[in-house]
């Protein structure tokens, strides 16, 4: 598994203040040879969309916490299209309920990872994406 030549944004959108888990996921990224670029903590979803389409990344993983998901991954994705990005895969990780989980699949998210999932096998899903 490498993800060598990849460019994945993660970020923090909305209110939320914790990102440990985020920069967790980017460094074991990062150690999977991705070239990770963490944005911070509360980005709005057009930040994050104008600086993933400028970086030119090949996914981007947001961290959520806070309860918004649903309407945060949405804009995100609004945001990536509006600005030619929707071809960039997003992930999403955090506090995710299981009965959430389907529609954000259904809107375009390409992986949910919760914090009951080992590190290496969210980083062996992204890759497999990313591959595809």
């Known amino acids: 598994m490498s993800l060598k030549g990849k460019r994945i944004l993660i ?3 909305g209110l939320d203040g914790h990102d440990v888990g985020a920069k967790v ?3 074991a990224l990062r150690d999977a040879g991705a070239d990770v670029i963490y944005t911070g903590l ?3 979803p057009d930040y994050i969309a104008r600086v993933a389409v400028e970086e030119d990344v090949d996914a981007v993983g947001l961290s959520l916490l806070s309860g918004s998901h649903n ?3 949405a804009e995100t ?3 990536l299209r509006d600005l030619d990005g929707g071809d960039i895969k997003i992930f999403v990780g955090g506090t995710i309920p ?3 989980q389907p529609e954000l699949l259904r809107i375009g998210v390409r992986g949910v990872f919760t914090s009951d999932q080992k590190l290496e096998d969210v980083v ?3 890759d497999r994406e990313l591959a595809a």
């Open 98 to 100: 299981a009965e959430d």
């Open 25 to 27: 996921i980017a460094l």
């Open 11 to 13: 970020a923090k959108p």
């Open 77 to 79: 994705l609004r945001c």
């Open 71 to 73: 309407e945060l991954v």
């Open 42 to 44: 509360r980005k709005s």
């Open 124 to 126: 062996a899903a992204i």
